[in-house]
């Protein structure tokens, strides 16, 4: 693999440090994860099917096997704090062909929801909730390619929220009800300046 | 001919303000196949799945649940382009449907915005509506081309999040369900006369997904580039998709490549809506080829 220029610097810290360390058990985590997720993480035996189907653990120190037996375990700060947890593409290979019918791929979704809730959590993924509450698009439109539509017909802007930015204010009062944008905005801030 | 099938055009974000092309031509070729595409007035990102769904699955469920509801309104089912949408508006209309817990806590919040989430539309990929003979079908498809394809070899990348897990989905096709090692996408490009190719690891994702892109580019892109190798074993003119997000990877992500590994392809990427475009006569400015990463040109040149 080509060199890791540009990797977190947390992910560097991980990838010196391949011991597992025990830290204490919260039988709570493993039920918390199975509510989020909505699977049955308990059912694993460890078979390691989810690892071998992943597209993230021939290049990574991520191994999917390893974050499910923490949800069994309980082991909660292990979990949350490891950065190979923001590793899976979410391809859902591993839920696919889990023999014990446990969709892996949940579990994470489950961890990262988790893992937000402590500050725990890419800046990217903020940015794209700062453009969405903005302008409704993660990836919005931008000049050249308004140009570009006009020749093809098409209207400037896609009659989606662009078209339409009173529904803008919709799409604010969800994500104010969860706090999402004052939380995003303050995590990007301590963590830029 | 007539278009019979109405669906509400959800466009998702990459499509529209990246990919024009692919807006434009998914609605052209689907009125020759007898599919109707509308707008979806005021729709917004889906929301990004692997963004907001890793933040807090109650925000990414009440945001998908919105612009359900836009087209519920219209008493319209939604079409879209992109696995990424497919994965948020399909998946979240699906468990609300199933799950009354869930759907009260939508309801909820929607009520602050004056919507309610019923569950009363379908949602559908506008492959899987090519793809399906009680709509358009593999046969109408052949029978709707005028430029054949004829003497490229182009493989397909399914992507990730149209097909799995499937163990949720619900396609009317049999087909559809094989996620190992399916050929219905192999079956539509063969009906442009072109000559699909199997290639190494065909079921690999793309490497964007997940948040992955953003997080950590280079590990995103070590994922692109194997499937890059692969494919250049086998030699083709074109790689065919139906996600924007997996397009944008592939695309520009060869550039990217190119930077980061010094590894250099100029593979065009073309969504499966731009090939059935050139198929059906439509020229490479009527589908915005130019905005490309990668030049389209070598694959053009052998079939214009």
């Not at chain 1, 810290?13 to 199975?34: C, G, I, M």
């Not at chain 1, 989606?160 to 930015?165: E, F, K, L």
């Not at chain 2, 219905?184 to 892109?213: F, I």
Request: charged letters at 25%; a neutral charge; one cysteine or more.
């Amino acid at each position: 693999m080509a060199k890791a220029k540009g990797y977190p610097e947390a992910l560097e810290t991980k990838l010196r440090d391949r011991a597992l360390h025990a830290d204490d058990s919260n039988p709570q985590f493993t039920k918390t994860v199975e509510e989020i997720s909505r699977t049955i993480p308990h059912m694993c035996f460890q078979c390691g099917t989810c690892t071998s189907s992943c597209p993230s653990a021939p290049r990574s120190s991520y191994r999917i096997r390893k974050f499910v037996r923490r949800v069994v375990l309980g082991l909660e700060n292990e979990a949350l704090t490891d950065p190979d947890l923001w590793l899976c593409t979410t391809c859902y290979s591993c839920t696919d062909r889990c023999p014990r019918d446990i969709a892996p791929t949940d579990t994470i979704m489950a961890m990262r929801n988790l893992a937000f809730k402590r500050d725990i959590i890419p800046i990217n993924f903020l940015k794209t909730v700062q453009a969405i509450y903005k302008s409704g698009h993660g990836v919005p439109n931008n000049d050249v390619n308004r140009a570009a539509r006009v020749k093809l017909g098409l209207t400037a802007d896609p009659p989606t929220t662009h078209m339409y930015p009173e529904y803008i204010k919709g799409i604010q009062k969800i994500i104010d009800h969860y706090k999402l944008k004052e939380n995003a905005d303050r995590i990007i801030k301590e963590a830029e300046g | 001919m007539d278009a019979k099938h109405t669906y509400a055009f959800y466009l998702g974000c990459i499509a529209p303000n990246r990919y024009p092309g692919v807006e434009a031509a998914a609605i052209k070729t689907s009125k020759k196949l007898g599919i109707d595409l509308v707008p979806l007035k005021g729709a917004s990102c889906c929301p990004a799945p692997g963004a907001f769904g890793s933040i807090d699955l109650n925000v990414f469920y009440a945001m998908a649940a919105r612009n359900l509801v836009l087209a519920e309104q219209m008493k319209t089912d939604i079409a879209l382009v992109c696995n990424g949408c497919y994965k948020s508006i399909w998946e979240v209309n699906h468990k609300l449907k199933h799950n009354d817990d869930l759907r009260d806590g939508v309801n909820e919040v929607l009520k602050e915005v004056d919507m309610e989430y019923k569950g009363t539309i379908n949602v559908y990929h506008l492959a899987e509506l090519l793809y399906d003979p009680m709509i358009a079908g593999v046969e109408k498809i052949r029978e709707s081309v005028t430029n054949p394809l004829t003497g490229t070899r182009i493989a397909v990348h399914y992507g990730c999040h149209l097909i799995k897990p499937k163990k949720d989905r619900e396609f009317a096709h049999q087909e559809m369900l094989n996620t190992e090692g399916p050929t219905w996408m192999e079956e539509m490009v063969a009906a442009l006369g072109a000559e699909p190719v199997e290639y190494r690891y065909k079921m690999l994702c793309c490497g964007a997904g997940g948040g992955v892109r953003g997080y950590d580019i280079v590990h995103s892109l070590d994922i692109t580039n194997e499937k890059l190798l692969n494919l250049k074993d086998v030699g083709i003119d074109a790689l065919t998709d139906i996600c924007p997000f997996c397009q944008l990877q592939f695309d520009r992500g060869q550039i990217e490549i190119q930077e980061k590994f010094g590894a250099v392809y100029n593979l065009p990427v073309l969504h499966y809506s731009e090939l059935l475009g050139l198929a059906q006569g439509m020229s490479p400015q009527e589908l915005a080829l130019d905005l490309h990463g990668i030049s389209c040109e070598p694959f053009l040149q052998k079939v214009l």
